[in-house]
């Protein structure tokens, strides 16, 4: 993984002593995947994606210096691992769970004010698909998304590349808490275009008109094979 080989080139290049603090290969968790089968079930496909994401916020309180953080991270994923099945823990209470959850929903909501496109010296969008150096997927995970006239849309909770039609899509999230198939649309990434600073994308449409675009029809992307209503997506977002 390349979590696991930049800490071993980090520890080549004289941080050893400090990498000693959290052995985060020690934990092995790509082996146990490989390993043990209730991991590798489809049933655990969350599971793994969430051991995974563990795994790599302690690698990123390793790299700020948070070492004794990042070892009591990698103890709890430790014990993950060789537990009982993940989804037979947790809370039950599911007004906790909801109350958890509302932390993570976006302050800036949907409409909110305009951008910085109509201040003095901003610099001119660029088309997706006429970048010279192309886009890294983090670079679009996470990054908001604005309508044509500068008003917030959401933000990229997920990206499908190399489809067998090479359309591309980012899962676009709207407005409060999101899961994909909730309060989502699904936007060709050819459609946008992206600040030159790379921390803005823009749809070819107005707020008023993104209001009116169906949602992603189903969590489990089985509209991929939709090609009727992928064309009748694909079409609301052509450039004007």
């Known amino acids: 993984m390349t979590i696991v080989l930049a800490v071993a080139v980090f520890c080549t290049l004289g941080g050893g002593a400090a990498f000693a603090e959290c052995q985060i290969a020690d934990a092995k968790l790509e082996e146990a995947i490989l390993q043990k089968p209730d991991l590798r079930g489809s ?13 790599d916020a302690a690698f990123t309180l390793w790299s700020y210096g948070r070492h004794a953080d990042c070892e009591r991270l990698m103890a709890n994923i430790r014990e993950l691992i060789v537990g009982p099945a993940m989804t037979s823990l947790g809370d039950n209470d599911e007004d906790a769970a909801e109350e958890q959850m509302a932390a993570r929903d976006p302050k800036v909501r949907r409409g909110a004010t305009e951008g910085r496109r109509d201040q003095k010296g901003a610099l001119p969008l660029v088309d997706v698909d006429a970048l010279v150096l ?7 995970v996470g990054a908001e998304v604005r309508s044509s006239d500068d008003r917030i849309v959401g933000e990229v909770r997920n990206v499908i590349f190399e489809t067998k039609d090479r359309r591309d899509y980012a899962i676009v999230a709207s407005g409060g ?3 994909p198939g909730k309060d989502s649309i699904v936007v060709p990434i050819r459609s946008l275009k992206v600040s030159q600073e790379r921390d803005s994308f823009f749809l070819p449409l107005p707020l008023s008109e993104v209001r009116s675009i169906p949602l992603m029809p189903d969590q489990d992307y089985k509209w991929l094979s939709d090609e009727t209503w992928r064309n009748r997506n694909d079409a609301l977002f052509a450039r004007r």
């Open 43 to 55: 049933a655990n496909r969350q599971t793994v994606k969430d051991l995974r994401s563990l795994r």
């Open 134 to 140: 192309g886009l890294r997927a983090d670079q679009i």
């Open 177 to 179: 808490f999101f899961t």
